[in-house]
């Protein structure tokens, strides 16, 4: 697993330090329009800064949609990362399950999972809320074609041209999407326009509390040009405190104990470890005690 993460990440230095000064920009804060607020660290042309307002912590240079619609749909880094999804579906079914309890409470008539990817999330629904009408949507035309092959209703568009359905849903999920959308305003006012009366809508996201992202800051996994966003649950309350919502449930969920251990140890956090270094790590791991808090679930109503 440390080797496919290093290898993508080569792949998204490799893409994103090609991009020219002209495909990048400055963004204000994206929750309340201030700006610049406080750099908290640089990678590469990243400036990951922290708002003195609201206190959301984003990427303040970043790649413009020009370059992100080329990173998403033509470079072999996202091609990489399909593969390294089909090789991690542990770590994909823990993460759903932490809602199966909640979602199979509220047995909802209708979901929308935006961001589906290949179905892995509608497919798990399938047997746990089985009366439930299921729907997804993802810009990837290859992930795409893998759901529909396995009997899912997906449709390949971007969460845009949810504007143009009448249909409204009981939950709608994001897993994964938040942080990468520019305008995260715009996106849970559309996602909100198409909830039924006392829908939720259930949103994952990297936590920017978690012990990886405190401690290991640029070294973590999930510090990306992409990312535009890193939120926790303070943040994310004020997100959807805007359009009246309240957070039900939460989740703190993936477990980042191995990555930090390595780099408090003087190593990379993905190396590979030999097996003696990972009985030794073990060890430490657990008299630390390092949470389980990699990222987190809001589920909001």
């Known amino acids: 697993m ?34 610049p607020g406080v750099e908290m660290f640089s990678k590469g ?13 984003y990427n303040r240079y970043q790649p413009n949609d020009a370059a992100l619609k080329v990173f998403y749909q033509q470079s072999s880094a996202m091609k990489n990362w399909a593969e390294f999804k089909k090789s991690d579906l542990k770590r994909q079914s823990n993460k ?12 909802p008539e209708r979901l929308l999972d935006i961001g589906c990817g290949n179905g892995f999330f509608l497919q798990s629904c399938k047997a746990w809320i089985p009366s439930c009408d ?23 568009i971007e969460y845009e041209n949810l504007a143009k359905t009448s249909i409204r849903f009981n939950a709608i999920t994001a897993f994964g999407v938040l ?22 809508i259930i949103i994952c996201v990297p936590n920017a509390q978690s012990s990886a992202f405190q401690i290991m800051r640029e070294k973590c996994f999930t510090v990306c040009p992409q990312h535009l966003t890193y939120w926790d649950t303070s943040s994310l309350d004020k997100l959807f405190n805007k359009f009246n919502m309240r957070r039900k449930e939460t989740y703190l969920i993936e477990d980042e104990s191995g990555p930090i251990m390595k780099y408090l140890w003087g190593r990379e956090p993905y190396d590979e470890l030999s ?3 990972c009985r030794e790590m073990l060890k430490h791991v657990q008299e630390t005690g390092i949470r389980k808090d990699y990222k987190v679930i809001g589920i909001y109503q």
Request: glycine share 8%; charged share 25%; hydrophobic share 35%.
């Open 2 to 35: 440390n080797g496919q993460i290093k290898r993508y990440s080569k792949k998204l230095d490799d893409f994103f330090s090609g991009l020219s000064h002209t495909d990048w920009h400055y963004m204000p804060c994206p929750l309340c329009g201030d700006g």
């Open 45 to 57: 042309r990243m400036q990951v800064t922290r708002c003195d307002k609201c206190y959301l912590v």
């Open 96 to 107: 759903f399950s932490a809602v199966r309890e909640f979602l199979q409470s509220c047995n």
């Open 134 to 156: 299921l729907m997804g949507i993802d810009p990837s035309p290859e992930a795409v074609e893998i759901a529909n092959a396995n009997g899912l209703n997906v449709l390949n």
């Open 179 to 200: 942080e990468h959308i520019k305008d995260p305003i715009g996106f849970i006012r559309l996602c909100k326009s198409k909830l039924a009366k006392d829908g939720y």
């Open 275 to 277: 097996v003696p270094e």
